[in-house]
């Protein structure tokens, strides 16, 4: 069940108040790839503050955000700029606002999580077959699925590639801290 | 027998809205030692009260409700329509039934009843009231001025040339302030020093003007009209008549190291010193922490380059007593500390600008010094690094100010006009540079203020850039500003030169003691709070204190100027009478009942409880009690609350008179 696309519903998901921002822009200012972005942070605070949920939560810029927190931690007025980020990337995954290039992103996140929750670090190998596989089904796209396989040998040399993936031993705790996790994310 | 009159107000249609005022009138006629009981459209008009005071008259009334607005509208109009009909003003009481009873309520039925009750309540009260005298108060007709900077001096220019003597005490060597050490001011360009200056000298030459510098004010004691005032002197180490201010000492000083704090520390002065060369008095200082005689034992070459033989090296710290009747406090500003170091080598408050860590970002105060013709650079910008010229200058706005995670969440008021005319400043005399400003909001409200800030940038061609700078870099020996033009929505990086952060407005350090010396209260920032927002502005809630200038909040230099000379007019006027009245409705301790605990002198917030000795005729001492001092108490009741054995009471607000008030409701 989807939430419904309300400031309220924002605000609550990040526990921040919108209204507290002045726009003076120092979050767009300090983001290191606002470059990237089709619309400021501080552009995006002030679709909120217009009640436009819709039109921030499917800006591509939510995606482009690397959560750095330097737009939160930097904030004259103690706005959490990244976690209504977060936010809104939340809803803008339950309504299904992601373009395909978005969804890809989506989709290698969640991929990058799965191989986290089950190894408790980064299996690459594994996490790049799970990303193509899905990638693939879902586009059906060839080109996308061999786009990074001239990285490999690269990887491999700078051993960033690990052919046998490593696990933690206490793989119990990496779950528990999920589970906590997604506890703490659920409305009380 | 009570004879008391009530009188109850329509109010136009204000209280006759929601309250049957006739009906209301009827029932106070029945109520227990009412004489009369009338109404009238509008009892504070001239034929309302003409109404009162014929009534008190015709009828003899000993006491009088009035039943209309609040006590703080109107209490004073009827307790002189009163005084006219030769009724003592005290014995007159009011029932709010207009903010606590009509404007309040909308069923009229039931807001009729509680005006009766009101009323009731007012009745059973003045049935208890005493006739009252005001009390009289002394004056000592000087006043204290704390703070020579341009509203100090302003205001004790006012007061001496009415003829008033004034005791200026000012703790930096100079009068002068912040204002002596800036450049030009906003919106006429004109140069700060040539328009204070002279007002300077006036000031050190004034018949009627004690000028204590180097001087703090170390204790207040007494009352409004009557304070008594210790004044620290610092030692100066130089004989101030002896010496004739030629200079020769300065010049020979070998200890030229000491960062010049009227230079904001961008230029060195010596250890024996004047901090400009217009200061007032234009007599040196040593420094007792820089001099070389003082902490090593060794030079003294200042005594023999002296022809005055005016060194001092066995000068003592002084305390001088002065008697008071008025105090102005216009103890002015400091700026936010930008950077500040916490000790371990990083820097917190804005370490994301770097000031502190990068000579070349500097505060707005800095940039003054810069540009001006006395600075350390002679009046040609040169930046601190490297002393070259900068090409691209950046601003920026709100450091400190309206910044609530790091800063103070008040607006200072001036740096959009100080802005303004840096820019201006800079292309005047740099003129192939380029000034960018990174401002919030332009906050130009002032006669010409905003047709100054429109100059700056259609003639002098600044670049205003409307959002906040993230973080300033250093590379290769430039300043990389990454900010943001939220009206264009594109991050902005600019390579500068200088950059130049316009820093909030602080009171000065160390005024909280000063106004707990004088007891006023101040916000959480630090300003003084005057007594009321808009209609008394230079009051305090302290009697006798006045503030005025940056001590009370953020201010430019004409408001500065204008507060001073409003508190000067309101100590004239205090002045102008030889006692002080004051209301009479006060704290009065029982002494055969005070068990001398002291409980009320520990929690009184006016120091108005002092002890007392009961000596017998062999002037033996019998005991110690409480005492009020009629002169500071302002009636506020905390004493009486607190007193276990029942023995302090308020004039006017008598234990008795509220139980009865109680009682009535029965």
Redesign the interface.
């Known amino acids: 069940m989807p939430q419904d696309l309300s400031l309220d519903t924002v605000e609550e998901l990040a526990h921040a108040r919108v209204q507290d921002c002045?726009?003076?822009?120092?979050?767009?200012?300090?983001?290191p790839i606002?470059?990237r972005m089709d619309n400021?942070p501080?552009?995006l605070l002030r679709l909120l503050q217009l009640g436009r949920i819709e039109r921030a939560a499917a800006s591509a810029a939510i995606w482009e955000c690397v959560s750095c927190m330097?737009c939160t931690t930097?904030?004259?007025?103690?706005v959490d700029c990244a976690g209504l980020l977060d936010a809104l990337r939340q809803l803008s995954i339950e309504h299904g606002f992601a373009s395909p290039a978005q969804r890809r992103t989506i989709l290698f996140q969640r991929a990058f999580l799965d191989n986290i929750r089950r190894n408790g670090r980064l299996a690459e190998l594994e996490l790049v077959r799970q990303f193509k596989m899905q990638g693939f089904l879902d586009d059906l796209s060839v080109p996308q699925l061999f786009k990074d396989a001239l990285l490999g040998p690269q990887l491999l040399r700078r051993r960033k590639l690990h052919l046998r993936p490593r696990r933690v031993k206490d793989r119990k705790l990496v779950g528990r801290i999920f589970a906590r996790c997604q506890a703490n994310g659920e409305k009380p | 027998m009570a004879r008391i009159g009530v009188f109850t107000c329509w109010c136009g249609e204000n209280i006759a809205r929601n309250v049957d005022v006739q009906s209301v009138a009827e029932q106070a006629a029945q109520l227990p030692g009412v004489r009369c009981s009338q109404t009238h459209k509008y009892m504070c008009s001239d034929p309302g009260q003409k109404l009162i005071r014929d009534t008190i008259a015709a009828e003899r009334l000993d006491g009088v409700v009035i039943a209309s607005c609040s006590p703080h509208m109107h209490l004073k109009t009827f307790r002189k329509a009163a005084e006219h009909a030769d009724l003592n003003p005290y014995l007159v009481e009011m029932a709010n039934v207009r903010e606590q009873c009509s404007w309040v309520h909308s069923q009229r039925s039931r807001a009729t009843a509680k005006a009766v009750d009101l009323i009731r309540v007012a009745v059973a009260k003045v049935r208890h009231n005493r006739a009252l005298e005001p009390i009289q108060v002394p004056v000592t007709r000087k006043v204290l001025v704390v703070g020579g900077g341009v509203a100090g001096i302003q205001a004790a220019l006012d007061i001496a040339d009415s003829g008033v003597p004034v005791v200026l005490v000012e703790r930096e060597p100079s009068i002068g302030g912040k204002m002596a050490g800036l450049s030009e001011t906003f919106p006429t360009l004109d140069c700060s020093q040539c328009i204070l200056t002279p007002r300077m000298v006036e000031v050190a030459q004034h018949p009627n003007i004690t000028l204590h510098t180097c001087s703090e004010v170390e204790q207040v004691e007494g009352y409004v009209g009557n304070f008594r005032v210790t004044i620290r002197k610092q030692a100066r180490y130089i004989d101030v008549d002896k010496c004739t201010g030629c200079g020769q000492c300065w010049n020979a000083c070998p200890s030229k190291k000491t960062p010049s704090e009227f230079d904001y520390g961008l230029g060195k002065r010596t250890a024996i010193y004047t901090p400009f060369p217009q200061a007032v008095p234009a007599r040196p200082v040593i420094d007792r922490d820089a001099c070389l005689r003082l902490t090593k034992g060794r030079c003294g070459i200042c005594v023999k380059k002296c022809q005055a033989d005016a060194i001092r090296f066995d000068d003592q710290d002084e305390l001088v007593s002065e008697d008071i009747g008025a105090i102005i406090v216009a103890t002015g500003y400091q700026l936010y500390e930008i950077g500040k170091p916490d000790g371990q080598g990083r820097v917190t408050g804005y370490g994301e600008y770097g000031y502190g860590r990068y000579p070349d970002v500097i505060s707005s105060l800095q940039f003054e010094r810069l540009v001006s013709a006395s600075g350390p650079t002679g009046g040609e910008i040169r930046r601190p690094s490297d002393g070259a010229v900068p090409k691209t200058v950046v601003f920026i706005s709100c450091v400190g100010s309206r910044d609530n995670a790091k800063g103070l969440s008040y607006c200072s008021k001036i740096c959009c006009m100080v802005n303004a005319k840096h820019t201006m400043l800079y292309k005047h005399k740099v003129h192939d540079g380029q000034a960018h400003v990174f401002y919030m909001d332009i906050r130009a409200g002032g006669k010409n203020y905003d047709e100054f800030v429109r100059r700056a940038i259609e003639q002098d061609g600044a670049h205003y850039h409307r959002g906040r700078v993230s973080k300033i870099t250093q590379e290769d020996g430039r300043l990389i500003v990454r900010g943001v033009d939220t009206l264009a929505g594109e991050p902005l990086t600019i390579a500068a030169d200088l950059v130049v952060l316009a820093a909030a407005m602080r009171p000065a350090t160390g005024v909280e003691d000063l106004a707990q010396k004088v007891n006023v209260g101040y916000d959480e920032f630090g300003f003084l709070c005057e007594s009321h927002p808009k209609l008394r502005p230079v009051e305090t809630n302290a009697a006798g204190v006045f503030v005025c200038g940056a001590c009370h909040g953020p201010k430019d230099i004409p408001e500065s100027v204008t507060q001073a000379s409003a508190a000067a007019a309101k100590v004239l006027l205090m002045f102008s009478r030889d006692r002080l009245y004051r209301e009479p409705e006060i704290a009065h301790v029982q002494e055969s009942a005070c068990a001398g605990c002291f409980a009320c002198r520990r929690s009184c917030p006016y120091h108005a409880i002092d002890p007392a000795e009961i000596r017998d005729r062999q002037g033996q001492l019998v005991r110690r009690v409480a005492r009020v001092n009629p002169g500071l108490c302002m009636g506020c009741g905390t004493c009486v609350a607190l007193c276990v054995s029942k023995s302090v009471d308020l004039e006017g607000f008598s234990e008795e008179q509220v139980y009865a008030m109680v009682e009535s409701l029965r």
């Open positions: 002045y726009q003076c822009g120092k979050c767009s200012a300090g983001c606002v470059e400021l501080n552009q330097t930097r904030c004259p007025k103690a």
